[in-house]
């Protein structure tokens, strides 16, 4: 369902260039889970957005549930963006002046979602990610974990076909990681197709499969039996 | 598709937030559009006034007066050539009265001259007028007692501002006597006109009998002169057609060419048509002026808002990466920056109207329509779009991912 062909990015800042990736080509199955590791700088987090489709390739073709998003535009990458994908970051990216309920609704906001329906759906997500107690909180009045379930519930509302993390535990104690994992366990049976970006090794130990990238190029990609 | 409803309610929001800076906004926008109401409200209320007191000239009434007022009325005529001095005389109302179309012809002697009642003294202009056929002319009112008759000798009607002001507390009654002129000929009131307007013409008249008031200017006038021939277009012709025959006519008799000409005519439709460039031209130089102000606010929303995306960049990033579109991303600044200026808007019409209401209360003449009301709501809002144009299109040209990075 996803699959990248010779994804290539350089930054140009005048005279200096940078190669953040460099011929990136593999392809990700419904329903598997994939952990990107490396060391920073690696390109994996501008790998991350390009699949994310917040970020363009310089080069290469990737395509989505069939389509080359090469060949859409703004609005419909936005689209594609809000239908398609779930995005969890490390640091949450809640918007502060609303409540949780609010934050969970708001990718509905972009579609034909009635209000109440938006509601009951941000509602509903919230309950399962054991949020059920806190919908009317904003982020401040909320734990670390707890911003992050928010997240999660967010990135889930709209029902993505794939799910993108970038260092979802990055900012997290260690309990409250683990309880994130567990979700991205319990999602993972579900069938959700996961991507996570992370330089935590236990992170990785979990996925089935491993892609290890240095230097903007694949150095490893290999899957546990 | 967006729900529209809900990001009126998320910028909504956004403002609310930044409560302080959101109303100092809008005092910005506030402050112009009240300028803009309570100026144009202003020169509106002057020209209804004047247009108000043209009405009792009468639109068939026309009045001949010395001298050619051309080039002092146009505000775009240059001095170039001084006011021709010319005079009129008693033959030349007869000319005039031979025409046909004339009707109610009379003379009109104009002097200023000291009046003194119960030992008040002031200066005030006095119409000489043919009691009859000025009567038959002008549309008169009268709150008291009669008015002039033609063979009235020493007697007066005079406005109802001279009645009950000009003199201080003692009102000037039927039967008072004023004392005018250097020799204090005394004159019995015979008439009150009732209240024209708010500074109606006739308020402050003082008719007197022609010949009276030939007596009063004594030296200062040759035999046989007048002030004005007044005179109206019979039933049936055209006010212009009667006007260019009677221009005809005392052009031959003055012996001058139209360019030299030592007269003119006033008629409703020339007063109203000098008023009209008058009043435009005033309420151009006003609403400038006010809108002056209106920039500034412009500008002031252009700030804010630009400082709105500026902190909210982080915000834009987490938007776009959850699918708002870069539409989306600039209709949200857009409300927020035309909700500025709209509510700036109401606030200052209805600001602007109670300026208005307190002006109308001091004396000064003010109007109010619906339609400059909604004029000035709808152009607040057309500010608040135009100036948020560039901080929103500039927020939705945010790169997802730089927006997001930002801190």
């Known amino acids: 369902m996803l699959s990248l062909k010779g994804i290539e990015k350089i930054y140009s800042t005048g005279s200096v260039s940078v190669r953040a990736l460099d011929g990136i080509t593999f392809s990700i199955r419904e329903g598997e889970r994939v952990s990107i590791i490396g060391p920073s700088g690696c390109g994996k987090s501008t790998l991350l957005h390009i699949l994310g489709l917040l970020d363009v390739p310089t080069g290469g073709s990737l395509m989505l549930d069939g389509t080359d998003v090469s060949t859409l535009n703004e609005t419909e990458l936005a689209q594609f963006r809000g239908r398609k994908i779930g995005f969890i970051f490390q640091s949450f990216f809640l918007i502060p002046s609303m409540d949780a309920i609010s ?50 519930a967010r990135a889930l509302v709209n029902e993505p076909t794939l799910l993108l993390a970038d260092e979802p535990t990055g900012n997290l104690d260690s309990r409250s990681g683990e309880e994130v994992l567990k979700i991205f366990d319990e999602l993972s049976a579900e069938g959700k197709t996961i991507v996570i970006v992370t330089h935590d090794p236990s992170i990785a130990k979990k996925s089935p499969r491993v892609i290890r990238l240095k230097d903007g190029k694949i150095e490893k990609d290999e899957r546990k039996k | 598709m967006v729900d529209h409803a809900e990001l009126f309610l998320y ?45 009792s000239f009468g639109s068939n009434t026309v009045v001949v007066i010395p001298g050619d007022i051309r080039q002092q009325l146009s505000p775009f005529g240059g001095a170039a050539r001084p006011p021709s001095v010319g005079k009129l005389f008693k033959n030349d109302e007869e000319r005039i009265g031979r025409i046909a179309g004339v009707d109610l012809i009379s003379s009109v002697i104009n002097s200023r001259a000291s009046i003194d009642f119960k030992g008040n003294l002031v200066t005030a202009s006095i119409s000489g007028v043919e009691p009859s056929v000025f009567e038959g002319s002008q549309n008169i009112e009268l709150e008291q007692g009669r008015f002039l008759t033609d063979t009235d000798k020493h007697t007066a009607v005079i406005g109802y501002n001279i009645a009950y002001d000009t003199f201080g507390k003692q009102p000037v009654q039927v039967s008072s006597v004023l004392s005018i002129g250097k020799e204090g000929t005394r004159f019995r009131v015979v008439g009150v006109l009732k209240k024209a307007g ?29 002030s004005g021939i007044r005179f109206v277009a019979k039933e049936g012709f055209e006010v212009q057609e009667v006007v260019d025959e009677v221009n005809y006519e005392l052009l031959s008799a003055h012996h001058v060419r139209e360019e030299d000409k030592d007269f003119s005519f006033l008629t409703a439709a020339f007063l109203q048509e000098q008023v009209a460039t008058i009043t435009a031209l005033l309420t151009l130089f006003l609403g400038g002026v006010a809108g002056i102000s209106l920039v500034v606010g412009g500008v002031g929303i252009a700030n804010t808002m630009f400082m709105s995306v500026l902190e909210r960049t982080r915000e834009i990033g987490i938007l776009k ?66 100036s948020g144009y560039l901080p929103a299109r500039n927020a939705s040209k945010l790169p997802a991912i730089v927006a997001l990075r930002y801190e």
């Open chain 1, 103 to 152: 934050n969970v609704a708001l990718p509905m906001m972009f579609y034909d979602v009635p209000a109440a329906e938006r509601l009951q759906k941000a509602q509903k997500m919230l309950g399962r990610l054991g949020m059920g107690d806190r919908l009317h909180h904003v982020p401040s009045e909320l734990s670390g974990g707890q911003r992050q379930r928010v997240a999660i």
């Open chain 2, 11 to 55: 910028s909504m929001n956004n403002m609310r937030r930044r409560k302080m800076r959101s109303w100092l906004t809008v005092i910005g926008i506030v402050i112009g559009i009240a300028a803009i109401v309570t100026l144009i409200s202003v020169a509106q209320g002057l020209s209804n006034s004047i247009n108000e007191q043209l009405k």
């Open chain 2, 198 to 226: 708010s500074t109606g013409s006739t308020d402050s008249a003082i008719y007197i009998p022609l010949e009276d008031a030939r007596d009063l200017a004594g030296s200062s006038i040759t035999p046989n002169e007048v």
């Open chain 2, 321 to 386: 990466s959850i699918g708002a579109s870069n539409e989306a991303i600039q209709e949200a600044f857009l409300i927020e920056s035309g909700l500025i200026g709209l509510s700036g808007g109401i606030i200052g019409v209805l600001l602007g109207l109670l300026f208005s209401i307190i002006g109308g209360a001091l004396g000064v003449p003010t109007a109010v329509g619906i339609e400059l009301a909604l004029f000035a709501i709808f152009f607040s809002f057309a500010v608040g779009i135009i």
